[in-house]
């Protein structure tokens, strides 16, 4: 969860409650967004010194809002470095699948049309989330909110000296997108294998 609140802090100061928002609508595949878990991510990052924070009032309400320090970016820009181990999306619940052929067939055709279900509904609310991305308007989003703030304006810009700004935001959006795609592609190629599964049972 650290290194994906470092990815996330490269593009925006936040608070912890923002951090789990952005979690909660575009990563919830990859790690928990429980607020609790959250702040234990940052509390690690404070003493690592991978992200700062700064302390401010608004509409009454204390508030930490974190951004990454260089220690992070250096430690996050490693990591993306290493290849993507493909191995390592271990699900304990694959071990359901394992051994469900302990319980009846009735129970097995139960189980296995709430996954297709479970599914499916991931399916409709990745694509409602796809369709929603209008890539142009979420560039220039980006593009002003570096405007205001000049650190992670040069942040971005030193990403990749060779490129622009806009460039390199390009960069960014692409493969947020791909990520999206990726989601999407994985989940339908698991409704249907699992359907082909339930016409064997």
Not at 31 to 49: F, H, R, T, V
């Amino acid at each position: 969860m650290d290194k994906i609140i470092l990815g996330i802090l490269m593009l925006h100061r936040m608070t912890a409650y923002e951090l789990r928002n952005v979690i909660r609508n575009n990563f919830k595949s990859m790690c928990s967004d429980s607020l609790g878990s959250i702040q234990a991510a940052l509390k690690k990052l404070l003493m690592l010194e991978m992200v700062t924070f700064e302390e401010l009032v608004e509409k009454g309400v204390n508030k930490k809002r974190y951004s990454i320090t260089d220690i992070g970016q250096k430690t996050l820009i490693e990591w993306i470095r290493i290849p993507i181990d493909m191995s390592k999306t271990k699900n304990l619940d694959i071990g359901k699948l394992l051994f469900m052929g302990y319980i009846s067939k009735n129970e097995q055709k139960n189980l296995i049309d709430k996954i297709i279900d479970s599914l499916e509904e991931e399916y409709t609310a990745l694509k409602k989330l796809r369709e929603s991305i209008h890539i142009e308007k979420e560039r220039e989003t980006l593009k002003n909110h570096l405007l205001i703030d000049t650190e992670y304006q040069e942040r971005i810009k030193n990403l990749n000296k060779e490129n622009d700004i806009s460039e390199n935001i390009k960069e960014i959006s692409k493969f947020t997108l791909a990520t999206l795609d990726y989601g999407i592609d994985i989940t339908a190629f698991n409704i249907e294998w699992f359907k082909k599964l339930k016409k064997r049972v």
